[in-house]
């Protein structure tokens, strides 16, 4: 029988993928490397694991290989490897990728840093689509010193910053992810500040050892209120944490170093939803409100009770969740921060209504968005150019407030672009909308008005029975 042609034959391109494999690892076992070759059919974007040897003792140093040979790499100014769908595991993997082109004319060997090419390409918010692979970095028996003890410093200084990550994550109780980008910081009292930033996610977190660790969110537009990097108010505040100059200067450094991050890279998959993140943005939001508008708990139950009158269903709901008496009277006796869980849900409930949730990507205040059962007590008021701004000159018969302890009836102070300083009158004061987290504050009865940060502070004139 003659078989002819009906044999199978060998692809060219696995010829000469097995030649570049035998290239490689011949040279590096010649050199008393430890090679393992991993299984075609569990090739994911890795050919061979390289355990690194010095003076015949194996060092634990260990990095994985992805391996081409051919033609077809070939570009203008080297080679280049296809990153493909392993952009994410060569990039955030425990143990980094390298590339290595086997030439087949010159027999030459050429490699580049994977890891290396797309963590560098990620932090200035690029995606790598290639991997370039340069003439110049040829990997031969006179250069394999040269190249192993490279990777061994590059291995060396990976994985101190994952030990240091995992260390951080476990003293604050988080766990980091891969590709978030963490910053530590131990201020003048010994506490520590944990920077953390999510990649694609449109706000940063601060965990502070002094407050248990408690996540603050935040972003650029709360630590810059007047949107001036390298200002900062005179207490520099994120969320309910009040920070020294050396602590804000730091925080401003990581904001401005982590921007890049805040973008989703394209090739990641969507973040899901922060919960803990919305939890504890609706949770702020009506501890300012509370204390903005002491009888909002008030009004809205009388809300809710017109419109429980036409719901069953939400009659129903109402019914539980004021099943228990002792929460109802704590709920409306007892300051938000001094409540229990239960009552603060209860006064949750009658708050708001509904928290709609967009885009991981979004700042949080556009992130998260509260439907309030009850509307403000007064419209908003906002100008694009403030005219002036607060004084914060003292005297024995001035206190320094921030804005959001403002009350109507109070006298406070105000500096015009040159420096005069007159007196006004504050009519309300209300949680604003369009700038969630700021409070707005109305003038002398007037269409004038402001919208002020927490860290915004006034000086406002002592009633004379508390001087």
Same mark, same amino acid.
């Given at each position: 029988m003659?078989?002819g042609?009906s @044999?199978?034959?060998?692809?060219?391109a696995?010829?000469?993928?097995?030649?570049?494999?035998?290239?490689?690892?011949?040279?590096?076992?010649?050199?008393?490397?430890?090679?393992?070759?991993?299984?075609?059919?569990n090739?994911?974007?890795?050919?061979?694991?390289?355990t690194? #040897?010095?003076?015949?003792?194996?060092?634990?140093?260990?990095?994985?290989i992805?391996?081409?040979?051919?033609?077809?790499?070939?570009?203008? #100014?080297?080679?280049?490897?296809?990153?493909?769908?392993?952009g +994410?595991?060569w990039?955030?993997?425990?143990?980094?990728?390298?590339?290595?082109?086997h030439?087949?004319?010159?027999?030459g @060997?050429y490699w580049?840093n994977?890891?290396?090419?797309?963590l560098a390409?990620r932090?200035?918010?690029?995606?790598?689509?290639a991997?370039?692979?340069?003439?110049?970095d040829? @990997?031969?028996?006179?250069?394999?010193?040269d190249?192993?003890?490279e990777v061994?410093?590059?291995?060396s200084r990976?994985?101190?910053?994952r &030990?240091?990550?995992?260390?951080?994550?476990?003293?604050?109780?988080?766990?980091?992810?891969?590709?978030?980008?963490?910053?530590h910081?131990?201020?003048v009292y010994?506490?520590?500040? &944990?920077?953390?930033?999510?990649?694609?996610?449109?706000?940063?977190?601060? @965990?502070?050892?002094?407050?248990d660790?408690?996540p603050?969110?935040?972003?650029?537009e709360?630590f810059?209120?007047?949107?001036?990097?390298?200002?900062f108010?005179?207490?520099?505040?994120?969320?309910?944490?009040?920070? +020294?100059?050396?602590?804000?200067?730091?925080l401003?450094?990581?904001?401005?170093?982590?921007?890049?991050?805040?973008e989703?890279?394209p090739?990641?998959p969507?973040?899901d939803?922060n &919960?803990?993140?919305?939890?504890?943005?609706v949770?702020?939001?009506?501890?300012n409100r509370l204390?903005?508008?002491?009888?909002?708990?008030?009004r809205?139950i009388?809300?809710?009770?017109?419109e429980?009158?036409?719901?069953q269903?939400?009659?129903?709901?109402?019914?539980?969740?004021?099943?228990?008496?002792?929460?109802?009277?704590?709920?409306?006796?007892?300051?938000?921060?001094?409540?229990?869980?239960d009552?603060r849900?209860?006064?949750?409930?009658?708050?708001?209504?509904e928290?709609?949730?967009?885009?991981?990507?979004l700042?949080?205040d556009e992130?998260?968005?509260?439907v309030?059962? #009850?509307a403000?007590v007064?419209?908003?008021?906002r100008?694009?150019?403030?005219?002036?701004?607060?004084?914060t000159?003292k005297?024995?018969?001035?206190e320094?407030?921030?804005?959001?302890?403002?009350r109507?009836?109070?006298?406070?102070?105000?500096?015009?672009?040159?420096?005069?300083?007159r007196?006004?009158?504050v009519s309300a004061?209300?949680?604003?909308r369009?700038t969630?987290?700021?409070?707005?504050?109305?003038?002398?009865?007037?269409?004038?008005?402001?919208t002020f940060?927490?860290?915004e502070f006034? #000086?406002?004139?002592?009633?004379?029975?508390s001087?």
């Amino acid at each position: 029988m003659i078989l002819g042609d009906s @044999l199978p034959k060998v692809p060219d391109a696995r010829k000469a993928g097995r030649a570049a494999v035998n290239a490689l690892r011949a040279l590096l076992e010649r050199h008393n490397h430890i090679v393992q070759e991993v299984d075609g059919q569990n090739d994911f974007g890795e050919d061979l694991h390289v355990t690194f #040897t010095e003076g015949g003792e194996v060092t634990g140093d260990l990095v994985k290989i992805q391996v081409k040979g051919g033609h077809s790499w070939r570009r203008a #100014t080297g080679y280049a490897v296809p990153v493909g769908d392993h952009g +994410s595991t060569w990039a955030d993997g425990n143990i980094p990728v390298l590339c290595v082109v086997h030439d087949p004319d010159t027999d030459g @060997l050429y490699w580049a840093n994977a890891t290396k090419q797309l963590l560098a390409a990620r932090r200035g918010g690029e995606v790598l689509k290639a991997i370039a692979v340069s003439l110049d970095d040829v @990997l031969d028996d006179t250069s394999i010193a040269d190249f192993v003890a490279e990777v061994r410093r590059y291995l060396s200084r990976y994985r101190g910053n994952r &030990i240091i990550q995992a260390q951080l994550g476990e003293m604050a109780g988080v766990e980091f992810g891969p590709s978030d980008l963490v910053q530590h910081h131990v201020n003048v009292y010994g506490e520590d500040l &944990i920077f953390w930033q999510r990649r694609g996610e449109g706000f940063t977190t601060l @965990l502070h050892s002094d407050l248990d660790w408690h996540p603050e969110y935040f972003g650029p537009e709360h630590f810059f209120p007047q949107g001036q990097p390298g200002t900062f108010p005179p207490v520099p505040v994120v969320g309910n944490t009040i920070l +020294s100059t050396a602590e804000a200067q730091w925080l401003a450094a990581c904001l401005d170093a982590a921007q890049w991050a805040r973008e989703p890279a394209p090739d990641d998959p969507p973040l899901d939803t922060n &919960i803990r993140a919305r939890d504890a943005y609706v949770a702020q939001r009506i501890e300012n409100r509370l204390r903005i508008e002491p009888d909002a708990v008030a009004r809205s139950i009388h809300q809710l009770r017109e419109e429980t009158a036409a719901d069953q269903d939400l009659a129903a709901v109402a019914a539980k969740w004021e099943a228990d008496a002792e929460v109802c009277a704590e709920a409306l006796s007892t300051p938000w921060d001094e409540m229990s869980s239960d009552a603060r849900g209860l006064v949750t409930f009658y708050l708001v209504k509904e928290v709609r949730a967009g885009s991981p990507a979004l700042a949080i205040d556009e992130q998260f968005r509260i439907v309030w059962r #009850t509307a403000r007590v007064a419209g908003e008021y906002r100008f694009e150019a403030r005219i002036g701004q607060p004084s914060t000159r003292k005297s024995p018969h001035r206190e320094l407030v921030p804005a959001f302890m403002l009350r109507a009836g109070d006298r406070v102070y105000w500096l015009s672009r040159y420096g005069k300083e007159r007196g006004r009158t504050v009519s309300a004061v209300w949680d604003s909308r369009e700038t969630p987290g700021a409070v707005c504050v109305l003038f002398d009865d007037l269409s004038l008005g402001d919208t002020f940060w927490p860290g915004e502070f006034f #000086t406002r004139r002592v009633p004379p029975k508390s001087r």
